[in-house]
């Protein structure tokens, strides 16, 4: 700039109007630079958001995996164990039929008999002992339902939700701040800043994740 303004051609008011321009110039690409570089923020704003953020995704995502998988294997056993019982109460009932017949029958021995109803006996004990364990493991799968909807998945999806208002918000910031900082450049960065601007303050959080709710509800 300096050179340029000692040239000989330049004096009055050409001279002082080329140095209005070279400042002009000067003003421009130091605007254009701190433009630039509040987008190089936002970009590192971005990564950096997304490494802090994905050790907590992962970790909602297996602490909601871990939470189905514990109460789906609670239903696993409450399911073995009405088999179980079942299976017994009929082979109980059969013995005991088995028994009446026997009983009704002149041909079987007393020690037939005698062996038949020990069995009878034996396969009545098996049942009740299933019963008592079948109405126990209902009752801990009963208590596990009611724990896991509306203790542990109510909390999980708070979880989930915050995690989404936060996300959300930063998005909506991080847009703001691009807006301001183009706000700051010649007129023909007006339009696009407030373009983004509109944008950002658009931006329903609640409304987004009420939206992804209705989307993705399964109804049950």
């Known amino acids: 700039q300096k050179k340029l303004l000692e040239e000989k051609e330049l004096d009055g008011s050409v001279k002082e109007a080329f140095a209005a321009f070279l400042h002009s110039l000067e003003d421009t690409v130091a605007g254009e630079a701190t433009l630039t570089q509040q987008i190089a923020d936002l970009g590192a704003e971005f990564l950096r958001f997304k490494k802090e953020n994905e050790a907590r995704r992962k970790k909602l995502q297996s602490d909601c995996d871990a939470l189905m998988k514990e109460y789906n294997a609670q239903l696993e056993t409450c399911k073995k164990a009405r088999n179980t019982y079942q299976g017994l109460a009929r082979d109980a009932e059969k013995q005991q039929q088995a028994l009446a017949r026997s009983n009704n029958d002149s041909t079987v021995k007393n020690a037939k008999l005698a062996q038949m109803h020990q069995k009878t006996v034996q396969a009545a004990d098996k049942a009740r002992a299933a019963e008592a364990d ?46 301001a900082g183009a706000a700051t450049q010649p007129a023909v960065f007006e339009g696009a800043a407030a373009k983004v601007a509109a944008g950002a303050d658009a931006i329903d959080v609640a409304a987004d994740i009420a939206a992804y709710v209705r989307a993705h509800a399964t109804h049950k």
């Open 134 to 179: 079948y109405r126990e493991v209902v009752r801990a799968t009963n208590e596990k339902q009611s724990t896991v909807y509306t203790r542990d998945m109510p909390a999980v999806l708070m979880e989930f939700q915050a995690f989404e208002e936060a996300r959300i918000r930063f998005m909506q910031d991080a847009f703001r701040k691009y807006a």
